[in-house]
């Protein structure tokens, strides 16, 4: 039995940053910030909105794209780095607020990678037969930990989720393989410093800034490139496939030098591979299923596609996935 994606969908907040508004806030420009990064907007929520209520929208809008009742799910997985409470899993929040009465959940924390950690941990609880009906939600509200004081930051990341509805596959359709990795070692590269027990919320915290995220942006540019071109390269070489194989190759949406790279090594056409980061920025855990939804919406696949996903993130995290769309 395979795990097959049978709805897809996204949300973006209403509020929008441009590069010309981050002009205005920090030392950079539109024309420097495209170049390098090739984002042109990106979306934040407003006052009061969280992660929650993001993936609330995307998980109600599965349940009307499948024609589902709340009460059919058995499990919401929630990949996010930025949760609404350290305690309570925004999985938990979520079954609430759709009426999920039978589901049980939990969230994932892969920073960038999380939501192809999330897949993979999804599909393989459809394959073992006890569960029919799975959500799997990538959602960051990356404006609540970016200091829009940094411009070496707060340039990249937005807001925003995505997410699937995975079932029992009728066919060889579905989740084909896939390759996840971590290196904890690069976790001083790309953190959050405080708010864990390490380095728990104080005054002290908060004055040094301690609660937004820090990043060595060559080393994990570095680091990017190489292992999600790797990691991409190395599924198709294992399932004995080439670039020519795949319909579509859907990378995380951190940067538009290191998708091109990761495509380059794949041996990808331009129109193989989607780039979505000029109208959304990073998202971390919500770039890959945003992006596979702009693809259902653009009818850019049909049955028997093969996709692939790559990603890469703090901790470090990266992986890559193949599906045979249905």
Sequence with gaps: MKAKISATAKYLPKKTLTNKDLEKMVETSDEWILSRTGIEKRHLVEEGEATSDMCKHVANELLRKANKRPEEIDLIL???STPDFPVVSTAALVQDKIGATNAWGYDIVAACTGFVYAMETGAKLVESGKYQNVIVIGADTMSSIIDYTDRNT???????AGGVLLEPSENDNG????ILCADGSGEKYLTVPAGGSLNPASKDTVNKRMH??????????????????????????????????IKLFIPHQANKRIID???ERCGLRDDQV??????YGNTTAGTIPIALDDAVEEKMLEKGD??????????FTWGSMLIKWD
């Design 78 to 80: 929630i990949a996010t």
């Design 154 to 160: 707060c340039i990249i990341f937005g807001d925003g």
């Design 175 to 178: 989740v084909l393989d896939s």
């Design 212 to 245: 937004y995220v820090y990043q060595d942006g060559k080393t994990v540019f570095k680091f990017a490139v190489k292992n999600m071109a790797d990691v991409s390269k190395q599924i198709l070489d294992n399932n004995n496939l080439t670039g020519e194989d």
């Design 261 to 263: 790279a990761a495509a």
């Design 274 to 279: 989607l780039v979505n980061i000029n109208k």
């Design 306 to 315: 093969i996709l692939l996903f790559a990603a890469f993130g703090g901790g």
